[in-house]
């Protein structure tokens, strides 16, 4: 099994920064990717970034340019820098795991709040 632990979340003004980071542990030596999404109020759970087993990421149109997504191989942790933060970036954001075979593993959540 695979324990994902979010943190860095917290309220900011418009046009500020926030850094997540996403720690895992357990069985994590055959992960095909691993990513964020989030979930805003009303609206279904989208996916903001990801990043492969291979170093590759992808990032929603909504926030290229302004989130980008990393990793530290050593520490085990993926990491989605979040810059230029617009209220509408305000959510819960996951961490998500993707096994090589089957299944995801999802962390806890942590709230992003960005104030106008």
């Known amino acids: 099994q695979v324990q994902l632990v979010e943190s860095g979340g917290g309220l900011v003004q418009a046009g500020g920064s926030l850094r997540l980071s996403c720690a895992a542990s357990?069985?994590?030596?055959?992960?095909?990717?691993m990513g964020w999404y989030r979930q805003a109020p009303g609206k279904q759970r989208e996916l903001v970034a990801r990043?492969?087993?291979?170093?590759?990421?992808n990032h929603a149109d909504s926030v290229k340019g302004r989130f980008t997504i990393s990793r530290d191989n050593a520490k085990n942790t993926v990491y989605l820098q979040m810059n230029s933060l617009k209220p509408e970036d305000t959510a819960v954001y996951y961490c998500?795991?993707?096994?090589?075979?089957?299944?995801?593993?999802w962390g806890q959540g942590t709230q992003v709040t960005v104030s106008s």
């Open positions: 357990g069985s994590i030596f055959r992960l095909v990717a």
């Open positions: 990043i492969t087993s291979g170093g590759s990421t």
């Open positions: 998500n795991a993707v096994p090589l075979f089957s299944g995801n593993y």
